[in-house]
């Protein structure tokens, strides 16, 4: 893929930041966007054409589009209203954290010492997510560990010193398995992360269970390859096709977006990116094993994952990666 001039991408997130405040609280959008246009008539190939993508959960076509633009005009996409070439994905992006018994796997496991890619929740909800990787506030110097808001909050009410299990609840852990407090989250800030405070109950190193350690941080890119360890779906690979992206959430009673968004596909088209329980782990840039983004949703039909920016994560929980 050819580099991406400047000003191009500029106008883009110009139009981008425009079709957010047309479309992203209607209720038929999942994600909006900047990437590669997708050819459906190729079987879902990616193209060289940039865009702003509006992803919804059903695009009508051909004569059954007149019809439904006529019944329901207020769920219409009006790609007339975005100055910049416009495309339209179907698919959805539920959260990936996993709320009911499925075989356990040795991800699912107590870990001793703690790593990234392995089983993680608080003590109220009966699920499992993704323990991310170890980080310090910036300040103090204080050692936790970072995953989604979803896993290690799941709520409004949640406070700073709720206990957070490893292995998740829905994966048998209970109080004895209290490795970190909840610390603070960054859900204000439009960033679905939370950092708890590591308890010493346990050792940690830095490992990404079955890919190593992380090396440092970098912003991701359109067009890199990524790869990710996960309780849901283990070591997955995949490449970054959709950039700055805003994803809309309830939070509470209220409709929040989610920034910093980059979509993630398979190489093949065979391949898994992620599945449920993947939720808080960490993407990697393949070659150096430098931290990218936090996996925090994603769909198998079609196979896709999202993830948000790490620096914008790190700055907004005033956090860096420990190597």
């Known amino acids: 893929m050819e580099a991406i001039k400047p000003g191009v991408f500029r106008a883009a997130c110009r139009a981008r930041d425009l079709a957010a405040a047309y479309y992203l609280f209607n209720p038929r959008v999942t994600l909006i966007d900047v990437g ?11 193209t060289e054409d940039l865009a702003v993508r509006v992803h919804v959960g059903y695009k009508p076509r051909g004569a059954v589009l007149e019809a439904f633009s006529e019944r329901h005009p207020e769920l219409f996409i009006d790609k007339n209203c975005i100055p910049f070439q416009v495309d339209i994905v179907e698919s959805v992006y539920p959260l990936q954290w996993f709320w009911y018994p499925v075989p356990l796997t040795r991800r699912g496991h107590a870990f001793n010492p703690l790593c990234g890619g392995i089983s993680v929740s608080n003590e109220w909800l009966h699920n499992y997510g993704t323990l991310g990787g170890l ?20 709520s409004a009410y949640a406070s700073q010193g709720l206990r957070i299990y490893q292995p998740g609840y829905a994966d048998g852990g209970r109080f004895q398995h209290t490795v970190a407090l909840l610390e603070r989250h960054a859900m204000s800030q439009g960033v679905d992360a939370a950092v708890a405070k590591l308890t010493g109950a346990r050792p940690w190193i830095n490992d990404q269970l079955d890919v190593g350690p992380v090396s440092g941080v970098t912003r991701p890119a359109l067009g890199m ?18 950039i700055e992206g805003e994803y809309p959430i309830q939070y509470g009673s209220l409709w929040r977006k989610i920034k910093h968004v980059y979509r993630v596909v398979p190489v093949a088209w065979k ?53």
């Not at 590669?36 to 990616?46: A, L, M, P, R, Y």
């Not at 390859?225 to 959709?242: A, E, L």
């Not at 898994?272 to 996996?295: N, Q």
């Not at 769909?299 to 790490?310: F, N, Q």
């Open 135 to 154: 980080v310090q506030d910036r300040d103090t110097g204080k050692e936790m560990v970072l995953s989604n808001w979803h896993v290690l909050a799941g």
């Open 225 to 242: 390859r990524v790869i990710k360890s996960g309780r849901g779906s283990g070591v997955t690979r995949g490449m970054i096709d959709g």
């Open 271 to 323: 391949d898994k990116v992620s599945r449920g329980g993947d939720s808080g782990s960490w993407w990697l840039e393949e070659s150096t094993r430098k931290a990218v983004a936090l996996h925090f949703a994603g769909y198998d039909s079609p196979e896709t994952a999202l993830a948000i920016a790490m620096p914008q994560v790190l700055d907004a929980l005033n956090i860096d990666i420990v190597t």
């Open 36 to 46: 590669w246009k997708i050819k459906e008539t190729q079987g879902g190939q990616i």
